[in-house]
């Protein structure tokens, strides 16, 4: 079956590290999203890239970066991590306006 | 910047009474007006979604309202059950990109 995965599921890194979280969708969606969600916050939107080469800063998107060479695969890396960058982290996918969640990401930065 | 606005943030209901989650937003270019529930420790799922030339929309016990010219949409699940105890989230988009509201919290009681 079609599916949406991100790994690791828990990171727990040490300030200043850079850090990658992997996404990979196997529905062949060309759109894709990465979120943090934060209490009090809801989902805010970090990057998103509506196909290969194509990406997108979205509102929270300092200190974060994306890169989309193919179709399945949307890494999120953290350049130099932060505090405030402890969060839970969800990839989504779409082919039109439905998007598709991951698991998420919980990552600790210490 | 664009906004949703959601409340209440959190809401206790009887088991078997009614339940309605109010959002408002800003974008009045938004078309697509998506509800999603995520239970503790799970990824968000879209649960409903209405566009903009609809103004009511229901699957069983749960319906969508929108109201473009207050710029106001509403979430309402009837004869509440415990497997609804979740967050709530809604969303206001388009092309494909989603401002999310901050969630609500609902608790049914026994």
């Known amino acids: 079956d079609a599916e949406i995965t991100q790994s690791p599921r828990h990171k727990i890194t040490e300030t200043g590290r850079q850090v990658t979280l992997a996404c990979h969708q196997t529905w062949n969606h060309n759109n894709m999203f990465w979120y943090r969600q934060d209490l009090g916050h809801g989902l805010r939107l970090i990057h998103y890239?509506?196909?290969?080469?194509?990406?997108n800063k979205g509102e929270v998107s300092d200190g974060y970066s994306v890169s989309r060479s193919n179709t399945e695969d949307l890494p999120l890396t953290l350049e130099s991590a932060a505090s405030s960058q402890t969060s839970v982290y969800f990839c989504?996918?779409?082919?039109?306006?439905?998007?598709?969640f991951g698991p998420g990401t919980r990552l600790t930065v210490l | 910047g664009e906004n949703v606005e959601q409340h209440p943030s959190t809401l206790s209901v009887q088991e078997g009474d009614s339940a309605v989650i109010k959002c408002t937003y800003s974008d009045s270019a938004s078309n697509y007006f998506p509800w999603y529930k995520q239970e503790l420790g799970k990824r968000p799922q879209l649960i409903i979604d209405i566009r903009s030339n609809v103004g009511e929309k229901k699957d069983q016990r749960i319906a969508v309202t929108l109201n473009k010219t207050a710029k106001h949409f509403s979430l309402h699940i009837t004869e509440t059950q415990p497997e609804d105890s979740a967050v709530y989230f809604c969303a206001a988009g388009r092309n494909y990109q989603l401002i999310w509201g901050a969630g609500t919290k609902l608790i049914i009681k026994p």
């Open positions: 890239s509506y196909g290969v080469q194509d990406t």
């Open positions: 989504a996918s779409s082919d039109g306006n439905e998007q598709f």
